[in-house]
């Protein structure tokens, strides 16, 4: 049981790691400058192209995130069901 709940609480750590990097990678740098077009920005622009890394990155972070909250809840919840056995 101790293996588990130290196994589920590294996977939370390594997982909120993980969403800091990306949510600092996301967040780091200037964004270029803003270029106007008549219909709509090309997906070679600069600044699409910077805002959809980060939006990408964001996404990943999330996911890391939403992991670590799962197995840590996951760490929280094992030993409940263990000692109404």
Do not use: Q
Not at 61 to 69: D, L, M, P, Q, T
């Amino acid at each position: 049981m101790a293996k588990i709940i130290f196994a589920l609480t590294l996977i939370s750590a390594l997982a909120a790691l993980g969403a800091a990097i990306f949510w600092f990678l996301s967040a780091w740098g200037e964004l270029p400058p803003m270029l106007t077009y008549w219909d709509k920005a090309p997906p070679s622009d600069p600044l699409y192209r910077a805002l959809h890394s980060g939006v990408r990155m964001n996404r990943i972070a999330a996911a890391f995130s939403g992991c670590s909250a799962l197995a840590f809840c996951a760490a929280t919840v094992v030993p409940m069901f263990a000692r109404s056995r």
